[in-house]
């Protein structure tokens, strides 16, 4: 069996966020849009923590659970922001949302 090494784990969280990338790019959807921006997130999560791991130092997983905290209360301010949005347009999709006048 292969034990994984830093080089794999910067390549799946490189993969990861070249995916959440390509999300945001490619996609029209505010949520697709919303769900790759945290994905991107994720992967550099990620590559804190291998990091941390292979340098044998807590430093880098401490910035990731405070990382996280905050993307916690991003996700419920970001969720809401795109619900009022929603209400107000009935739609979701990026292209429609040209202007932010109500």
Same mark, same amino acid.
Do not use: P
């Given at each position: 069996m292969i034990t994984p090494t830093l080089q794999h784990y910067l390549?799946?969280?490189g $993969?990861?966020?070249c995916l959440g990338l390509l999300g945001? @790019?490619?996609r029209r959807n505010l949520l697709v849009v919303y769900m790759s921006l945290?994905?991107?997130l994720n992967a550099a999560n990620l590559a $804190?923590?291998?990091f941390s791991h292979f340098n044998n130092? @807590?430093?880098g997983q401490v910035m990731v659970f405070f990382i996280i905290t905050v993307a916690a209360?991003?996700?419920a301010v970001g969720l809401a922001l795109i619900v009022a949005i929603y209400r107000?347009?009935?739609t979701a999709h990026v292209e429609d949302l040209s202007s932010l006048k109500f």
């Open positions: 390549v799946v969280s $993969l990861l966020f945001v @790019l490619a945290e994905l991107m $804190l923590v291998a130092q @807590l430093n209360a991003e996700v107000k347009r009935q």
